[in-house]
Nanobody, 118 residues
């Protein structure tokens, strides 16, 4: 399983970004729960959002109402639409894949950096 994340960048507070993560062709993508995590400088990696293979979602309290996770099984892709961005959203964002919706998956993509300026 290989995951490729993209879409990070520099954005002003209040702006939007959409992150994408695509899986390698051999990945049994539809069987995986897909999630996004982030790690800010000096902090531990934390869950941002996760979507089960059936479409159930879970968000961290800090992003509820602002971020939306979605997936396209045909494209083997998961997305994170981020709106109303805040400086505290600044972090490296990682996509994650695993067999369980309720725990961190076994597979990680490389990170994509998001910087929100005030």
């Amino acid at each position: 399983v290989q995951l490729q994340a993209s879409g990070g960048g520099l954005v002003q507070a209040g702006g939007s970004l959409k992150l994408s993560c695509t899986a390698s062709r051999s990945t049994p993508f539809s069987a995986f729960a897909m999630g996004w995590y982030r790690q800010a400088p000096g902090k531990a990696r934390e869950l941002v959002a996760v979507m089960s293979r059936l479409g159930n979602t879970n968000y961290s309290d800090s992003v509820k109402g602002r971020f939306t996770v979605s997936r396209d099984n045909a494209k083997k892709a998961v997305y994170l639409q981020m709106r109303s961005l805040k400086p505290e959203d600044t972090a490296v964002y990682y996509c994650n894949a695993g067999t369980s919706y309720r725990s961190t998956g076994e597979y990680w993509g490389q990170g994509t950096e998001v910087t929100v300026s005030s």
